[in-house]
Structures are given as structure tokens and as C-alpha cells.
């Protein structure tokens, strides 16, 4: 999986739990700042993402991940890891 | 004191082939919390509340009201509406997470204020899940021949444990009351309370605590979304698959009434279309136990409940516990 397929999949994912249209999803936006998704909202992305990913972002790690560059690199990162 | 007449002679029933819920009754207090009540209070607003749990107004009980005085009110709406006298009732149950103390309990309190003379009086405490828990367990004792008919109620008076300057939980909870009048099928008639699927998750239990005599409501609210949003929704198909219902079936969903996000979340999941999805949150808030019966008395009083239809119910919050059943909408 290349970030830009995982980006591309984000995308998808924010679209549709969150309504932010997929092309507004760029590496660096930050999810609360420029996208205005609230901490509810990144639960629910979370959980979509470990459907389409298959990589866990917990709670206390979710917290650290602010920008849309967060989540890309620790979903590879952590797809790496489990392959 | 207890006189000789009110020690009841027991004697059990024949066993009962299933139960069905007669009526429901409901109670919310007078005093309307607003958001923007809140949001003089606390760092808020009613945009952000609206947002976040969807709620607009919510119900809060008085000083001098509590758990028993508004389990009495609900209790006795459905019991007049079930068209039985409370010499009918032999057992009554409440559900509830809330009481100032903890003796006596409020169902042999409630049951006395009522004229319901020594039946089976008991408390659950299955936080937010317990009216289905006390549904379930009254069902049993239906089919099982120790009692006959049975009042269930969850009350709560949830804002005694609310530290009004936590604008997470301050928003979300509120108080009320509601009750379901439980008796048994006409012989060969199919039951009215389907089975149970219940269960629970002590591996969260600090999610959602009440930590002592002193201490508020304290919940890991992220944590509790992902569970209710992820864990849930399998437990309410496996409902409807023991009832032999399909989803598709269901007149209404009426799932404790924790947060609209959560329950649009689950129904979204299920396959249960918005507009059969139960929202008394709105206006009502987040009531723990009392919300499922509450929110089933005012669908009944505004007549939107089909006589007859399959409803499915889902409860969930602290332990964290959880049970789902389908009944039959009197």
C-alpha cells in the first residue's frame, strides 16, 4: 500500500463519515483546524479505517495523530509491520 | 411496620408460555434545561451540543424529587393504562444507577406508594442497559410461573451525579422516568418479549464510573463511542435473529437513548432506516435506564407506535453492560 492509496482511501473515508469532500482531504491538512471534524467524528474515522486498512489506530494513539500526514504515515507504518 | 395482611401467601403460577408488554407509562420532570442554560454555565454552546450528542433540552428533577417519586409517577401511569388493579401486580422491578441511597430499595417503596401490596420487589443496577435486563428478567419470571404480572420501571435521577462544571457529561445527562406494565400470553399465543442477548465488558468498567459516595459521573467518552458505534450493532441483529425477526420488519428501533451520534451510528449499521429510529434524546437527553421506557411512553402517548409491530430494544452504558430484545408494541 502506497501513502498515495492510503490518502486516496482517507479521503474516501472522511467524505462519507464526515462530508468533507474527498479532494479537500491533502496531506497537509489538520483534521480539526482546516477540516473541521470534531474528536467523534476521528473515532468513527478510525474505525473505518481499520475496516479498509486493517491497521488498529487506538484511542491513545489517536489522539496524537492531528494531521491528515499523521494518520497516512501511521497507518503504513503500521501495515509494514504486520505484513 | 409489616401487618399480617401484607405478607403475601405464595403460591406459584403455572408456567407461562411467554410474556408481552400491556403499556408503558412515562414521567419527565418539570424544569427544562436548555442549551443554552448550559451554556451560561459552562465553556458550550447549544451549536456545539447539538453537534456533538444531539441533544436540544433535557429534563432535570427537582431538589426535593427523586428516583422513587418519579419511578411512582411512570409506574402508575402504565399500570392505569394496562387496565389491571395493583392487587394484579406480584412482582416490580426497578432499574437504576441513580438513587441518593442505597436502602431501601426504591421498587418496594414504589410498590407500597402504589397500593401494590407485597409483591417481589427488587433494584437492577445495569446502568443505562438496565430496563432490558429488568424486561427480561420479568419475562422470565412470567414463564417460569413465580410471578404473574409485573410491573418494570427505570428511573433515574442522573444529574445528582453530574459535576455541573464538566461540560462533557453536564450536557448529555438528564432525569425521568419510565414503566411497562408485563403479563402473561393467552395460552398458544406467541410471546410478546423475545429472548435476550445480553451480556457485558468488565474489561472497560473504568470507562464509566460512578468512583464513590462523593464522586461524579466520570466516563472516557472516545472509548465508549468506539465501543457503543463498533460492539453494538451485532448484539441487536442477534436479537432480532432469536426473535426470528428481520430488521426489515421492525416497525421502530428504540435504543437507549445515550447519543444521537451513537444510536444514528448503530441504526446506520443495522440497516434500521432514520425515520424507525427512536430519538427521544432530543428532548429528553440521556435519562440511563429510564430513556428506552421512556421514550416508548412518549411515542405511545403521541401515537406513534404500531399495535402489534416487532420494536427492537438495545440497552448499553456502564459495566459496560448490554441486553437486546424484540417485543411486541401493545
Request: with cysteine; net charge negative.
Amino acid at each position: 500500500m502506497t501513502d498515495q492509496e492510503i490518502l486516496a482511501g482517507l479521503g474516501e473515508i472522511v467524505e462519507e463519515i464526515a462530508g468533507v469532500p474527498a479532494d479537500e482531504v491533502t496531506l497537509s491538512k489538520s483534521f480539526v483546524e482546516d477540516l473541521d471534524i470534531d474528536s467523534l467524528s476521528m473515532v468513527e474515522i478510525a474505525v473505518a479505517a481499520q475496516d479498509k486498512f486493517g491497521v488498529e489506530i487506538p484511542d491513545d494513539q489517536l489522539k496524537d495523530l492531528t494531521t491528515v500526514q499523521d494518520v497516512v504515515s501511521f497507518v503504513a507504518k503500521n501495515a509494514e509491520g504486520s505484513a | 411496620m409489616t401487618s399480617p395482611a401484607q405478607v403475601r401467601s405464595f403460591s406459584p403460577y403455572p408456567p407461562a408460555g411467554g410474556a408481552r408488554v400491556l403499556s408503558f407509562g412515562g414521567y419527565q420532570p418539570a424544569n427544562v434545561l436548555t442549551n443554552d442554560d448550559l451554556a451560561a454555565m459552562v465553556d458550550t454552546s447549544d451549536e456545539w451540543i447539538r453537534s456533538r450528542v444531539g441533544i436540544v433540552s433535557r429534563r432535570v428533577a427537582g431538589p426535593d424529587e427523586s428516583v422513587t417519586d418519579m419511578a411512582v409517577v411512570a409506574g402508575g401511569k402504565a399500570l392505569a393504562a394496562s387496565g389491571l388493579s395493583p392487587a394484579d401486580i406480584d412482582l416490580v422491578i426497578v432499574a437504576t444507577c441513580s438513587t441518593e441511597g442505597s436502602l431501601p430499595n426504591v421498587s418496594a417503596v414504589v410498590a407500597h406508594r402504589l397500593g401494590i401490596v407485597a409483591p417481589g420487589a427488587y433494584d437492577v443496577n445495569a446502568a443505562c442497559a438496565g430496563f432490558c435486563y429488568a424486561l427480561a428478567t420479568a419475562s422470565d419470571s412470567i414463564r417460569a410461573g413465580s410471578a404473574r404480572h409485573v410491573l418494570v420501571i427505570g428511573a433515574e435521577k442522573m444529574t445528582a451525579w453530574i459535576d455541573f462544571t464538566d461540560r462533557s457529561t453536564c450536557i448529555i445527562f438528564a432525569d425521568g422516568a419510565g414503566a411497562a406494565v408485563v403479563a402473561p400470553v393467552a395460552d398458544g399465543e406467541p410471546p410478546g418479549i423475545g429472548p435476550v442477548v445480553w451480556g457485558s465488558a468488565g474489561d472497560l468498567g473504568d470507562k464509566i464510573t460512578i468512583a464513590g459516595r462523593n464522586a461524579f459521573l466520570w466516563q472516557e467518552g472516545q472509548t465508549v463511542f468506539r465501543w457503543a458505534t463498533t460492539a453494538m450493532y451485532p448484539i441487536a441483529a442477534r436479537a432480532c435473529e432469536r426473535a426470528g425477526v428481520e430488521v426489515s420488519d421492525l416497525s421502530v428501533f428504540v435504543p437507549h437513548q445515550a447519543n444521537l451520534r451513537i444510536i444514528e451510528s448503530i441504526a446506520r449499521k443495522l440497516g434500521v432506516p432514520r425515520e424507525r429510529l427512536a430519538d427521544d434524546i432530543v428532548h429528553a437527553g440521556n435519562t440511563s435506564s429510564a430513556s428506552i421506557p421512556l421514550a416508548l411512553s412518549r411515542m405511545a402517548e403521541r401515537g406513534d407506535l404500531k399495535p402489534g409491530s416487532a420494536a427492537l430494544l438495545l440497552g448499553f452504558g456502564a459495566g459496560l453492560c448490554y441486553a437486546a430484545q424484540v417485543i411486541t408494541v401493545p
